[in-house]
């Protein structure tokens, strides 16, 4: 009986080490930014603002992109802080993202022109929230959501995919939502842009993985932002109450959690445990992510 118990341990512990080695190879070691071109858009504010200055503090050249041009130089100066040599650039663009192709097209083009290098990692965080009941939100206010939200996404991603794919490198971050995973009472609009933009880091991540382009879908919960404040007044009471219970984050904190994620090449990007529990619920097909966050989204499904 005791040399059974002895075998049983051993195996255990043979099994236990080998997930540990197993896990430590299969890691994806940082990609190193440092020099290349980012471009952050929606980087006047909140996570787009504090992902453009982790970037910048990774040693990062950095253009900035949004509508206003007077916020935009403000982000700059507060980016400018994190400088971490001379030889790094940070660039602001003002630019509507969600009104054509066309328009982002040239702007882009004069982006990579002025910065004199190829866009390596596009950060995606444009977006707004109109809260109400779907029929309440009016069909103005949906299509504006849809023009921001997902073609202000889509468009800049279209711009640099074919480079990237010929580069046979690049990084390209879509910040989308938990509203992403589930609907929820009073987000019936803003979570369809959320949900199409989730099927479009999934679609990109199959066409562009094996060339050595990485896709992340940023998901983060309610973050204390001037786009969350504006979200609030919208936001029926009940909407209140089921978001509240998440907490509110730190853009800062997202905005890290989301560049390391990136560099790391991870599909999902989530912050807290929360959004970490729903991603273990709602990952569907999307694609894998890494050896150790597999493993538990077999092990808990059940359980959760």
């Known amino acids: 009986m005791a040399l059974d118990l002895v075998s049983y341990l051993l195996i255990i512990l043979v099994v236990v080490l080998h997930v540990i080695v197993l896990g430590y190879v299969l890691k994806k070691r940082p990609k190193n930014i440092s020099g290349k071109h980012v471009v952050v858009t929606g980087g006047s504010s909140g996570i787009g603002l504090w992902s453009a200055v982790h970037c910048f503090k990774r040693g990062a050249n ?8 007077k916020v935009l ?10 400088r971490v ?8 663009k ?4 969600g009104t054509s192709y066309e328009a982002v097209e040239k702007g882009f083009r004069e982006i990579e022109e002025e910065m004199n290098l190829p866009i390596y990692m596009l950060v995606n965080c444009a977006g707004l929230a109109i809260c109400g009941l ?9 299509k504006f959501m849809m023009d921001v939200n997902y073609y202000g ?11 990237m794919k010929a580069a046979r490198e ?60 504006r979200e609030e ?8 109450l089921i978001s509240s219970s998440g907490g509110l984050m730190k853009p800062e904190d997202v905005a890290e959690r989301l560049v390391d994620d990136a560099l790391r090449g991870s599909f999902f990007s989530v912050y807290g445990l929360e959004s970490w529990i729903l991603s273990i619920l709602c990952v569907g097909m999307a694609p894998w992510s890494g050896f150790y966050l597999n493993l538990l989204q077999i092990l808990l499904m059940s359980p959760l």
Do not use: W
Request: net charge negative.
């Open 62 to 69: 950095v253009t900035i992109v949004a509508r206003n041009i």
């Open 73 to 82: 130089n403000e982000a700059k100066v507060e980016i400018e802080k994190h």
């Open 85 to 92: 040599n001379e030889q790094q650039k940070i660039l602001v």
């Open 94 to 97: 003002s630019l509507d993202l």
């Open 134 to 142: 779907v029929e309440e939100v009016s069909v103005q206010d949906a």
């Open 153 to 163: 996404t889509y468009y800049p991603t279209r711009y640099v995919l074919p480079k």
């Open 170 to 229: 690049g990084i390209i971050v879509i910040t989308s939502s938990q509203a992403a995973l589930l609907g929820i009472y009073g987000y019936g609009s803003y979570a369809a842009t959320k949900f199409a933009l989730r099927g479009l880091a999934e679609t990109i991540h199959m066409e562009v993985s094996h060339l050595g382009v990485g896709v992340t879908l940023a998901l983060p919960c309610d973050t204390d932002t001037p786009g969350f404040e």
């Open 233 to 240: 007044r919208s936001k029926p009471e009940e909407t209140k």
